[in-house]
């Protein structure tokens, strides 16, 4: 596989054979990157069909998968401490930078874009991380392709939102529709009162300000798509889930508190629950060395 680097630009026939989804026609198009890193490390660029792809290093592959208003960008903190694997961060359909895809978004659609881009990169299985909606994504993934999900960590994990957020998320669609970047900045400050612990906000403000900018920088249309998906998203049949799972979260957490992630655990059999203190529904953000720390034992321990 030809990458970009700084003195040229090189190409592969398979980077221009279509994989048929229902994306359209997926390609690995010629704008892989390669951006030297410290001690000889690198991490490349894909763009899928517009879907924004980064890999780094070479051990075992784990795929990092955001939640709603995230990107890539949300493992960045925890990065450093997960660089013995091959690690895959994806912008979901509609988040970061990339695109809508010209079908309606669901959840099926998200499932299909993580199997895809997996076969175009080789990988025929996987550990994967989750936060929030990514969660629920990964749960209904590790029930479609089980061979496919080796072990799971999630953050802020919900096996779908409770009946009374439904509409308010249905709602936060709406007004981002009708007001755009004005509707965006209006939802992005309200969220924030309850999306990172008290502890964040006073002591780790970099945290908050990356929660906001995280939010702000999302396309309204996106967004809103996304919103959607999650309004409508109901449980996988997480019974089934035979791979061994970790579910994280913050003792603050108000989308997915800890009784409720508990109740989850049990749900699954198998899977264990850690609460993080002082720490909020963006954990990965809010308390990175410390999801590392678990993350990293458990995939180890699961490898």
Known sequence: MSRINETGVS??????????????????????????LPAG?????????????????????????HGLGGSSNTWSAMHPSLDAHRLIRIDLPGSGRSK???????????VQCLQTICKRLGITDAQWLGHSMGTIVLQHLAVAEPSLVKSMVLFGPLAEPP???????????????????????EVTESLLTTAVSE???????????????SLM??????????????????SADVERIASPVLLVT??????????????????????????LTRCGHWTPIEKPHECAREAR?????HA
């Not at 509409?167 to 900045?185: D, S, V, Y």
């Not at 920088?217 to 109901?234: F, K």
Request: positive net charge.
């Open 11 to 36: 190409f592969d026939l398979q980077q221009f054979i279509g994989i048929s989804s229902k994306f359209g026609v997926w390609s690995l198009q010629n704008v892989e990157k390669i951006s030297r």
């Open 41 to 65: 490390k690198w991490m490349s660029f894909y763009l899928m069909d517009h879907v924004a792809v980064e890999e780094s290093g070479t051990g075992s592959p784990v795929v990092c998968v």
């Open 199 to 213: 502890h964040t906000k006073r002591n780790n403000p970099s945290a908050y300000a990356y929660v906001r900018e």
């Open 297 to 301: 034992a458990f995939l180890k321990r």
């Open 163 to 185: 009946e009374a957020a439904r509409e308010n998320i249905r709602n936060r669609a709406e007004k981002i529709r009708n007001t755009g970047m004005q509707g965006l900045q």
């Open 100 to 110: 809508l895809p010209t079908e309606e978004l669901s959840m099926t659609l998200l």
């Open 250 to 275: 913050g003792e603050e957490d108000k989308v997915s508190p800890p009784e409720a992630v508990r109740a989850l655990a049990r749900r699954m059999g198998s899977a264990k629950s850690v609460v």
């Open 217 to 234: 920088r999302q396309s309204p249309l996106g967004y809103a798509a996304t919103c959607d998906v999650l309004s409508q998203a109901r």
